[in-house]
T-cell receptor, first 118, second 114 residues
């Protein structure tokens, strides 16, 4: 079946512009996650959704970052007034239920959006 | 703060040999651990997971071992193949955190010698 889909796969933007990144999770997955991965680094947690609500947005780096999820499905990550340090691969993942715990399930990732801020 | 780190940033293994990738975690309250494989240009791919009430779990050609006493996690790959070349990440869920926050380590690159 279809996996997690992210668009665009690549985005080049000028410093100061706003960008929107989209994530289509696996159908039926209730939990959705956003991570950021800088070159050669691990994954930095940004935000997590359960349904349409975000119980944990502790990883958002600044108030320029926001995310929403509608209909318990598609999510968009918005970065306002982009800066060069925002350049990274932004990864989205979904899981059937929240990861971990007695009823938890692992995260399934998309291939990411590579964001370059010039 | 808490962290999940790896003992070896790179690992070179002869094709056909077994590979062992190690990971140290610092949060003794973590109760769920996952190994991911990431190939160039792709998102991380789930390999295997283990909960803290277990010390070993086996999959196809892979085994994860958990030693809670020394807070150590390892991934063993049997009969390593060229297709196993990738960066491997361990990840943990600190029980004190929100129900679903997963923290990733910085990764180990596995390269296969022919």
């Amino acid at each position: 079946g279809a996996g997690v889909s992210q668009s665009p796969s690549n985005k080049v933007t000028e410093k100061g512009k706003d960008v929107e990144l989209r994530c289509d999770p696996i159908s039926g997955h209730t939990a959705l996650y956003w991570y950021r991965q800088s070159l050669g680094q691990g994954l930095e947690f940004l935000i997590y959704f359960q349904g349409n609500s975000a119980p944990d947005k502790s990883g958002l780096p600044s108030d320029r970052f926001s995310a929403e999820r509608t209909g318990g499905s598609v999510s968009t990550l918005t970065i306002q007034r982009t800066q060069q340090e925002d350049s990274a691969v932004y990864l989205c993942a979904s899981s059937l239920v929240g990861a971990g715990g007695p009823g938890g399930s692992p995260l399934h990732f998309g291939n990411g959006t590579r964001l370059t801020v010039t | 703060g808490e962290s999940v780190g790896l003992h070896l940033p790179t690992l070179s293994v002869q094709e056909g040999d077994n590979s062992i990738i190690n990971c140290a975690y610092s949060n003794s309250a973590s109760d769920y651990f996952i190994w991911y494989k990431q190939e160039s240009g792709k998102g991380p791919q789930f390999i295997i997971d283990i909960r803290s009430n277990m010390d070993k779990r086996q999959g196809q050609r892979v085994t994860v071992l958990l030693n809670k006493t020394v807070k150590h996690l390892s991934l063993q790959i049997a009969a390593t193949q060229p297709g196993d070349s990738a960066v491997y990440f361990c990840a943990e869920r600190p029980r004190y955190s929100s129900a679903s926050k997963i923290i990733f380590g910085s990764g180990t690159r596995l390269s296969i010698r022919p």
